[in-house]
């Protein structure tokens, strides 16, 4: 009874106080003749080859927006929004989601604590809204179902831990359906320090506490926007293998502290896990052009450290990508972020900023000689795998 008043107590005042702080199905041409265009406002074609590996693969985005990020700006500091909704899905724009080629998203954000609750309903209130085109995702058993170009899964996950004061509040929110948690943002909260903070202590025991009853529940472990030491003592700790849903090679990116770490990747690849490439301009390379090719990059060093198996998907943008959200709300985005992130003209990577990207992500790989056995792997096998691994508990 606890859980359904704050259930409802969280959907009434889900709208503003989540903007606050997160800042027709259309099938696929199954068809093998020629170059298609997969849009058809689109001038750009893709091959046969192309089209029939994305449809005959589930893919995986392990951070990808649903709703339009400047919709969210415009409602968090405008005074009449088009839309104050933050879970509000446009009928052009729930056609758009369904012939991107991704199968299944994980729409996380960052949070503090107050706005977990409101964030969950939220998204609950959104896929019982939607129910004929998205559905909740608990379990691998529940990817049986989906067809693509109608109906995709959605991850519930949280770029934040902050919302775990005490270690039952794990069992409470993977009730409500939240299965993965990255452990903390960029800065430092009870369990452990993140990318941007000055200094990095690791994880606290309290940490531990978390971490092993996520792993006894079967709620995937995050890392992505974890200091260091922090992200190996994860690894370490860990029973299951520990996610990496967003983050790029330091190595590649100018030593971005966004990115990660050889020592990491190849805790990463020890523990079984996987590790999703982000298509964040200043993630992919310090130096222009910085295109389609350089996130490429990220997918061979992976690869080549730790296996093709430990590689996939993880965009961290909605449907169109950053650059496309008008003035003042682009400025007021970058605002919110450290020093460090280091912006620079575009958030986007270019010919990676648009709804059918997974293309030409595609497209690029079968350039650079992947298999198509390994392509499946990247665009969504690997993730699959993995948390099947983990949600098996």
Request: with cysteine; net charge negative; proline share 3%.
């Amino acid at each position: 009874m606890k859980i359904k008043k704050q259930i409802a107590s969280a959907q009434q005042t889900s709208r503003r106080s989540f903007l606050k702080s997160a800042v027709t199905a259309l099938a696929l041409p199954m068809i093998n003749l020629g170059s298609f265009k997969v849009f058809a406002a689109s001038e750009t074609r893709y091959s046969s080859k192309v089209i029939d590996l994305v449809n005959s693969t589930q893919v995986f985005d392990m951070l990808s927006l649903l709703t339009p990020i400047g919709q969210m700006m415009e409602a968090m500091y405008s005074d009449k929004p088009k839309q104050q909704d933050a879970y509000t899905i446009s009928d052009q724009y729930m056609r758009t989601i369904l012939s991107s080629g991704i199968d299944v998203f994980h729409p996380a954000v960052g949070l503090g604590a107050e706005e977990a609750m409101p964030f969950v309903a939220g998204l609950n209130s959104m896929i019982a809204e939607h129910a004929g085109h998205i559905k909740r995702i608990d379990s691998i058993s529940d990817l049986e179902g989906l067809k693509k170009g109608q109906q995709v899964g959605l991850i519930i996950g949280i770029q934040n831990s902050d919302h775990f004061r005490q270690v039952d509040d794990v069992d409470q929110f993977y009730h409500l359906g939240q299965r993965v948690s990255q452990l903390t943002y960029n800065s430092q909260n009870l369990i452990g320090t993140g990318s941007t903070d000055r200094s990095d202590g690791g994880l606290s025991s309290f940490g531990v506490q978390i971490i092993e009853r996520m792993n006894k529940l079967g709620m995937a472990v995050d890392v992505s926007h974890c200091g260091d030491q922090t992200t190996l003592d994860a690894f370490e700790v860990a029973t299951k293998p520990v996610l990496i849903t967003h983050s790029n090679v330091r190595a590649l990116a100018g030593g971005h502290v966004r990115c990660k770490s050889d020592e990491s990747i190849k805790a990463m690849g020890k523990s079984g896990s996987v590790m999703g490439i982000t298509g964040v301009r200043q993630f992919v390379s310090d130096k222009e052009p910085t295109n389609i090719n350089n996130i490429i990059d990220h997918v061979d060093y992976v690869a080549r450290l730790v296996g093709v198996e430990h590689v996939g998907v993880g965009s961290d943008m909605d449907m169109d990508g950053y650059d496309d959200i008008p003035q003042p709300y682009y400025d007021a985005l970058k605002a919110n972020y450290n020093a460090s992130y280091a912006f620079r003209g575009k958030i986007d990577t270019d010919g990676y900023d648009h709804p059918r990207r997974i293309f030409d992500l595609t497209a690029g790989l079968l350039k650079r000689g992947y298999s198509d056995e390994d392509i499946r792997l990247i665009l969504g096998g690997n993730f699959k795998r993995v948390l099947g691994e983990i949600w098996s508990a």
